[in-house]
């Protein structure tokens, strides 16, 4: 498995992280439980960003990963 790969399988990991967080926050009543997990949305959504960010080089710098 590449570097790519991994990285490409942790975003989509992430992502679907932040989309039970969001469910999660739809779910509740408790306002206090709601504020948590849409900051934790929050948080997760620029680590995503991040390893984007990271994929990108990956992609430049291996051209292998273009294969």
Known sequence: MTVGTKIQQTIA???????????????TNNQQAKQMY???AQ???GIVQQLKSREQQVMSEEPQYNE
């Open 13 to 27: 990991n992430a992502e679907g992280i932040v989309a039970n967080l969001k469910s999660f926050a739809l779910d």
């Open 38 to 40: 849409n900051q934790l």
């Open 43 to 45: 948080q997760m959504d």
